[in-house]
């Protein structure tokens, strides 16, 4: 694990900040952390991190789980970054709109998991089930909190396996606060049930819209709502 950092520079008029680690650890000999939050103008503020470190060990898994340490842990500072931001310029400081391009990687990392059958702790985090508005539908249920998506996802990934979920199309209209989206994502899973002698493969195209929001804590964009409208099977196609 990382110690307390320490500060080794502090620019505050470029809003520069350098700190390391003072003591070697079980998986750094040298960890030095630059962070810079540069003024894009009145409304924006970009901010970036750069690391400059040698990993203690030798060994390539050692290293690879210490690498995989880091990129979990970064990500969290940029929230406590952007947070001092707010703090530091009031009203003054703004999150840019989202764009196409978050929300289409929202949804490749999203589903990359679901297919996956990754855990529901790394599925929720696309979730804004801390949200009392938050609202994920399909046609055979509605859930709003983490009780009811933990349900759900059990019984999903119980039920269906080798599942593909693609993006066909999608539209996305950018407010200030939120975005808003209609897609087309195509499906597939197969099922089984004893004894049958062979699975039985669902293949359709859903309808969704969704309302993307940003996390309050990663700052990156999350599902505050994702609704599936109607499934269109393909023809010979099962149906759950």
Not at 66 to 88: C, D, M, N, S, V
Not at 134 to 157: C, D, G, I, R
Request: net charge negative; glycine share 2%; with cysteine.
């Amino acid at each position: 694990m990382l110690v307390r950092d320490r500060l080794l520079y502090n620019d505050r008029q470029n809003y520069v900040w350098k700190m390391d680690i003072p003591e070697a650890t079980n998986l750094f000999i040298l960890y030095i952390v630059t962070i810079n939050a540069q003024k894009i103008d009145d409304n924006y503020t970009k901010v970036s991190i750069t690391v400059e470190l040698v990993l203690q060990s030798q060994n390539r898994e050692e290293r690879a789980q210490a690498l995989q340490t880091l990129k979990a842990y970064l990500p969290k500072r940029i929230g406590e970054i952007i947070k001092f931001l707010q703090h530091r310029d009031g009203q003054g400081f703004k999150l840019a709109s989202l764009s196409e391009l978050e929300i289409s990687q929202l949804a490749q990392d999203f589903y990359e998991k679901l297919d996956q059958h990754a855990p529901p702790e790394e599925i929720t985090p696309f979730l804004s089930l801390a949200d009392n508005d938050f609202k994920m539908q399909f046609p055979s249920s509605t859930l709003h909190n983490h009780e009811e998506f933990n349900q759900w996802y059990k019984n999903a990934v119980n039920t269906f396996y080798d599942e593909i979920h693609a993006v066909k199309e999608m539209t996305v209209k950018c407010q200030a606060d939120r975005a808003d989206v209609n897609a087309i994502i195509h499906w597939e899973g197969s099922t089984w049930k004893a004894p049958n002698a062979y699975s039985k493969r669902v293949v359709a195209d859903a309808q969704h819209s969704w309302e993307v929001v940003r996390s309050p804590d990663t700052f990156k964009p999350i599902y505050k709502s994702y609704i599936v409208h109607k499934l269109d099977f393909a023809p010979g196609s099962s149906k759950p």
